[in-house]
């Protein structure tokens, strides 16, 4: 057998950034990889490594190669950082950032001699995991250790309940400040006080036209309009600013920013993706749902209680009914391995990808790493994980397990549906009733023609006169066209009740390897006060829906005040939004989390409301200048000194250009997908054919896993296969690229330049300043206006006559308007 040998490379990262202006550049740095493990793992590696690679060791290597193996083989250690790097007899097992140059690739691949597992191939997915995991740098945990062995962990509730997101949030007394007259209200009161602590003074309120531009971009992903600049800037009533929030919150606008910002939570997307990429035909429902209840402020609790058990909820109208089985789609919309041959793991690892969205989405916690084991950080059981996993597999999410697996809908179809359903079944009987009398006829007079002796053939219409069987031919083509218009009894993607039943500890996360069964419950270490009660009528999705709205729970107004606070600020007062954790970060103002969440339920779980508490503050008025004395103190800003800058999303973008260059279409639901429901995506030219030349806003496009518009996946758009409440912000030269050549830029560019030069009784100066309105929210400056004026006059020269030559005045005007386009300013949020 060859033997492990490998070094370890140093090998160049390139970043990239864009520049402020038109003007971008890259600018490259060099990262060297090491061979000693990192001082502090990063959070997000090491919950790769434990939800997904740990448990492939433990199943595939540690019966060998472990400090639990019977014979440890080839002195080689894989459950320790230690192990892996070290290597055994054959050498280092793994280079970090390189898995070419790692051994342990080259073994589970079969590529070479060295072959491991040697009983068997790991599949494509397992050896995937593993190589990302590797390129990832091979994060794992710091108490990733093998020798000695350790001692299981027993988990200490007691202890695990002094843990501070563990505790119910409690309304804290509002301390004294200097500053008194700054605080509007006790949300500044707890910042301020954080920031005297430093010897840290606020920074100055920003001016109206940069807060108005703030404020409609914060709640409705638009800028604003120069109108609406204008009213605000008129109006000098001390509740001018109140007018323009409440303004913009009962715009439909609003629901469609903040929907959105729900279905990066909720992972939506329109496709599977996985093996089987097909059409979440009817998913866009689920998303109109989202939008329709962030409009009309639906008090959050009844949002938690509708996604995760509305199937079970009472229903005082059909129209009702139907909006709380739409909202099971939550349950539902994760992503599917369709074609998995193991029925029983398909289910299970179902059952593990609902049990972990809905621990992030609901609670912040990364239930899915007690699948296989006890979770390494926080004080949740394997036994925790399988009482809530016996409440989703009592669930019914798929209509059939066989491959190709399909998932449930639930049917929507009103009386009148039926009605039209049952009117065409009636037709359709009619006609081939119709046809088998024809046959009926043409065989009696077959059998006359023949006399008695004759035996009608298997297939005798070969043997009818031809004017017979062209009748029959005509009649069955109609029957056919008939059919294939049948009407679409309307459903949604979502859960229903499935066999009401406990579940089994799967031992190192295996279903052929069963333990002890698992009464249903929720975490022991978050019922200090009292458990939710299941029977087996039901689920127990309702109880546990009700346990997460109980008013002193202590996660679930934490975690949702703080997705609202990072949507605002661009970083949650707890910075890992999806993980409150223990390799979670902690709030940098813990007094401010708990009581923007007391404040929240008492508020009847309003989220606009806390739009109105965050946004009438002085802390979200601020202005994001810079301060240097300030960021030598808090150069993350993480106090709230000023107001943070922060790029505008993949869609915001879009939607931004569309609205500033037009044509916006401001139609609302529906879908844009152009597959029918369970349809691929991808035919035998493996092409997608999805269409994005649209002028509908950004959240109504679709998106295909596997396969995200290319503008999104530039711009950071989340991938949609699991919950992710803070998108990163990547700058990369592709981006510049992007708005230097991109078609939607091009076209918003020259659709700006022909609305302004059909503005009538404008010159160029006013076509310049109206240009920097719309697209800044700001008249230009002097050197701005001179600028322009002296482009325009050079190339007017060009022009010689407009009309004449090879440029014409509307490629003048569309150049400058993509220069300003394509700047950071409108990128950017102030």
């Known amino acids: 057998m060859k033997s492990f040998s490998g070094r370890f490379l140093a090998r160049p990262v390139v970043r990239a950034r864009v520049l402020g202006g038109a003007a971008f550049a890259v600018v490259a740095s060099l990262a060297i990889a090491s061979a000693a493990p990192a001082a502090t793992p990063d959070p997000a590696g090491v919950e790769f490594f434990e939800k997904k690679v740990r448990p492939l060791l433990v199943e595939q290597c540690y019966s060998c190669h472990s400090a639990q193996a019977k014979r440890l083989r080839a002195n080689l250690y894989l459950d320790s950082e230690q192990g892996w790097l070290k290597g055994g007899d054959l050498g280092p097992a793994v280079t970090p950032g390189d898995p070419k140059a790692s051994l342990l690739i080259t073994a589970i691949r079969h590529e070479d001699d060295l072959k491991m597992p040697p009983k068997g191939k790991l599949s494509d997915d397992q050896v995937a995991v593993l190589t990302r995991w590797i390129a990832m740098g091979a994060p794992a945990p710091l108490a990733t250790t093998a020798t000695p062995a350790a001692a299981k962990r027993s988990i200490d509730l007691a202890k695990g309940r002094e843990f501070w997101a563990f505790k119910p949030p409690t309304e804290p007394p509002l301390p004294a400040v200097k500053n008194a007259a700054w605080p509007r209200n006790g949300l500044d009161r707890l910042i301020l006080a954080a920031l005297e602590a430093k010897g840290l003074t606020p920074a100055p309120e920003a001016d109206k036209r940069t807060l108005i531009r703030r404020a409609t971009f914060d709640l409705t992903g638009l800028p604003p309009t120069p109108d609406e600049i204008q009213a605000f800037l008129a109006d000098n009533s001390p509740e001018a600013f109140a007018k323009v929030v409440d303004r913009l919150l009962d715009s439909p606008h609003y629901g469609e920013r903040w929907g959105r910002h729900w279905l990066d939570v909720a992972r939506y997307a329109d496709s599977n993706g996985l093996d089987e990429n097909v059409a979440h035909g009817n998913a866009w429902r689920y998303r109109d749902y989202v939008i329709a209840a962030f409009n009309n402020d639906k008090p959050y609790d009844q949002f938690v209680l509708e996604q995760l058990a509305g199937d079970l909820l009472p229903t005082e109208s059909p129209a009702a009914r139907n909006e709380r089985l739409i909202a099971t789609g939550f349950l539902s919309l994760g992503p599917k391995v369709l074609a998995e041959p193991d029925e029983k793991k398909m289910e299970m690892d179902l059952v593990d990808e609902q049990v972990d969205t809905v621990g992030r989405a609901f609670l912040g916690l990364t239930l899915g790493c007690a699948r296989c084991h006890d979770h390494k950080f926080d004080p949740i059981g394997t036994a925790d994980y399988y009482g809530l996993a016996g409440i989703f597999k009592s669930t019914r999410t798929m209509e059939t397990f066989t491959k190709v697996a399909k998932w449930y809908e639930n049917p929507l179809a009103s009386d009148a549906d039926l009605a039209?359903?049952?009117?065409?079944?009636?037709?359709?009987?009619?006609?081939?009733?119709?046809?088998?009398?024809?046959?009926?006829?043409?065989?009696?007079?077959?059998?006359?023609?023949?006399?008695?002796a004759f035996t009608l053939p298997k297939d005798p219409e070969p043997l009818y006169p031809k004017e017979t069987q062209a009748a029959l031919k005509r009649q069955r083509d109609e029957l056919a066209a008939f059919e294939k218009n049948a009407p679409e009894m309307p459903s949604a993607m979502g859960v229903t009740e499935g066999q009401i039943a406990d579940t089994q500890i799967h031992v190192r996360g295996s279903h052929t390897s069963l333990g002890a069964a698992i009464p249903r419950r929720v975490p022991l270490v978050l019922t200090a006060a009292q458990a939710p009660a299941f029977s087996m009528a039901q689920s127990g999705r309702l109880e546990l829906a009700r346990w997460l709205v109980e008013g002193n729970h202590p996660l679930t107004s934490r975690v949702m005040v703080n997705r609202l606070w990072r949507w605002h600020f661009g970083r949650g007062?707890?910075?890992?939004?999806?993980?409150?954790?223990?390799?979670?970060?902690?709030?940098?103002?813990?007094?401010?989390?708990?009581?923007?969440?007391?404040?929240?339920?008492?508020?009847?779980?309003?989220?606009?409301?806390?739009?109105?508490?965050?946004?009438?503050?002085?802390?979200?008025?601020?202005?994001?200048?810079?301060?240097?004395?300030?960021?030598?103190?808090?150069?993350e800003n993480r106090l709230l000194g000023r107001m943070n800058r922060r790029r505008l999303e993949a869609e915001a973008i879009r939607d931004a250009l569309l609205a500033v260059g037009g044509p916006l279409d401001p139609t609302m639901g529906g879908s844009l997908l152009q597959v029918k429901n369970r349809a691929y995506f991808f035919d035998h030219t493996s092409r997608d054919t999805t269409g994005y030349d649209t002028g509908r806003r950004s959240v109504y496009l679709p998106v295909v896993r596997n396969h995200l518009y290319d503008m999104f996946d530039l711009f950071d758009s989340t991938d949609a296969s699991v919950t992710n409440g803070d998108r990163a912000t990547t700058t990369v030269a592709p981006q510049a690229l992007f708005m230097l050549n991109g078609d939607l830029v091009l076209r918003s560019a020259r659709a700006l330049a022909a609305g302004l030069l059909d503005r009538p009784g404008l010159d160029d100066a006013g076509r310049v300043a109206l240009l920097y309105e719309r697209a800044y929210g700001r008249p230009p400056s002097d050197e701005e206006s001179k600028r322009a004026a002296t482009y325009l006059e050079r190339l007017g020269r060009v022009l010689a006559g407009e009309g004449k030559g090879p440029i014409t005045r509307l490629d003048v005007w569309q150049a400058l308007c993509q220069v300003v386009l394509a700047s950071n300013e409108f990128l950017t949020i102030r």
């Open 420 to 452: 039209r359903k049952a009117a065409f079944d009636q037709e359709v009987a009619a006609k081939k009733k119709a046809i088998q009398s024809l046959i009926d006829d043409a065989n009696k007079r077959l059998k006359a023609d023949k006399g008695d």
């Open 573 to 635: 007062l707890v910075g890992s939004t999806d993980n409150f954790g223990a390799l979670g970060e902690r709030p940098s103002n813990p007094l401010l989390l708990d009581w923007l969440a007391r404040q929240f339920v008492e508020g009847g779980w309003s989220i606009k409301s806390t739009h109105r508490l965050i946004m009438l503050s002085s802390t979200y008025r601020m202005s994001s200048d810079d301060n240097p004395a300030a960021a030598r103190v808090d150069p």
